[in-house]
């Protein structure tokens, strides 16, 4: 028969609220990151629906005026547009899949062919074991037995 505590231990409550800071801690900077990654995406949208003239004057977070004289100048002085477009995606699109195709197709080969120093690579490179029990990730070293250098944090260096 299993029991528990009725109360809970200030340790424990204290490594939940630790938890809870780092949490809150990562989505501001995963937050912070994404609004920074995607900011010059945002503003050269805004700057595309104004005209030329007050491309560069207040407001900058929203196009006023709104318009689409930009588009339609370059879809009129340019007759190849449409082709410059779709031979970026074609581009883009083929790119994207002959190195999924590559990647997949060496990562089979790396796991089951057999070759010297086959685990050469997993000594530098920043592996990781996910533990599924806990949900985070920790270093592959940290679950190795051995005290040797290969093994051990600085190792890697």
């Not at 200030?10 to 490594?15: A, E, L, Q, V």
């Not at 940290?142 to 890697?156: K, T, V």
């Amino acid at each position: 028969m299993t029991t528990f505590p009725l109360f809970r231990t200030k340790s424990i409550d204290r490594d939940i609220l630790f938890d809870r800071i780092r949490k809150l801690f990562f989505y501001a900077i995963l937050i912070s990151w994404g609004a920074l990654s995607l900011a010059p995406l945002y503003f050269t949208l805004v700057f595309s629906l104004k005209p030329i003239e007050n491309a560069y004057t207040p407001p900058i977070w929203w196009p006023i005026p709104f318009t689409l004289e930009n588009y339609q100048t370059i879809l009129q002085t340019f007759d190849l547009f449409p082709r410059w477009v779709f031979n970026s995606v074609y581009i883009s699109v083929l790119v994207t899949i002959f190195r999924v195709l590559f990647c997949a197709m060496a990562g089979y080969a790396f796991a089951r062919i057999a070759f010297p120093l086959k685990n050469l690579p997993v000594q530098f490179a920043p592996d990781f074991y996910d533990d599924a029990r806990r949900g985070d990730a920790h270093p592959v070293f940290y679950h190795r037995p051995r005290l040797d250098p290969w093994w051990s944090p600085l190792g890697a260096i």
